[in-house]
């Protein structure tokens, strides 16, 4: 993995593994990996893990990532600016893009890596977390994981996605987005996410965004009738977003 300097290009990818990771790169330098049919399945083993390597500008185009168990299903830490990540699944169908359930830490990770697309995929029944997370309306205090966490990261698209089953004895989020940027959702559904107080089906901490580069949720649904609210928005000092929620939405527990 010590690839610093280099560019290296994957197509046509179909990784199946147990235990090990399945696509990774750790050591600098470019990663992209093109085509329409590129899978990967997993059990134990992390899915995607791309940690302080710039996507290329070509993106990473997934049909698919499963995952089942134990570690996070994609982590994507300092991946860069430029290039997209994308899985497609297939047209429209709903987990088509696959299935990242069982996890004891995050479903999905991304930090400090921007232009995210990902449809057509399931995250379900994730635990998530060490108790001691406080998501509340003044600040984040412990190791608040979620199904899918976003940190410092523009340009996120989510489509046709289900968020199931995240919710247990310790303390969980649906969606965690802090200090994010133009983050869209498409059809989404967040239920049975968290099961206490201070747990959310969503939470955002520090919104950016305006005009071209402001969120838009449409045909969201979120059923979070056991935990704490269906939605937290956390706007510190400093911090000016604009989030446009539609009126098709269905919203539960809410604000």
């Known amino acids: 993995n010590n690839n610093s300097g280099t560019t290296i290009n994957f197509s046509n990818l179909d990784l199946d593994t147990s235990t090990n990771t399945a696509l990774t790169a750790t050591g600098g330098g470019t990663v992209t990996v093109t085509g329409a049919n590129n899978t990967i399945d997993t059990t134990t083993g992390i899915g995607v893990n791309i940690i302080n390597t710039n996507i290329g500008a070509a993106g990473i185009t997934l049909r698919s990532v499963n995952k089942n168990g134990a570690t996070p299903g994609i982590v994507l830490d300092n991946a860069g600016t430029t290039g997209f990540f994308t899985i497609t699944g297939t047209g429209s169908t709903n987990g088509s893009g696959g299935t990242i359930q069982n996890n004891n830490e995050n479903g999905i990770f991304v930090q400090s890596t921007n232009n995210i697309n990902i449809n057509n995929l399931n995250v379900i029944n994730g635990t998530d977390e060490t108790p001691g997370c406080t998501a509340g309306v003044a600040a984040v205090i412990?190791?608040?994981?979620?199904?899918?966490?976003?940190?410092?990261?523009t340009n996120i698209n989510m489509v046709n996605m289900t968020i199931d089953g995240n919710g247990d004895a310790s303390d969980e989020l649906?969606?965690?987005a802090q200090s994010v940027t133009d983050f869209d959702m498409l059809n989404v559904s967040v239920q049975n996410a968290s099961d206490e107080l201070n747990e959310h089906g969503i939470y955002v901490l520090n919104l950016s965004g305006t005009g071209a580069s402001s969120s838009n949720w449409e045909d969201l649904s979120v059923n979070n009738i056991v935990g704490d609210t269906a939605i937290l928005l956390v706007q510190n000092s400093g911090s000016t977003g604009e989030l446009l929620i539609d009126g098709n939405s269905l919203i539960s527990n809410a604000f």
């Open 174 to 176: 649906g969606i965690f």
């Open 142 to 153: 412990g190791n608040c994981n979620a199904a899918i966490e976003f940190n410092n990261v």
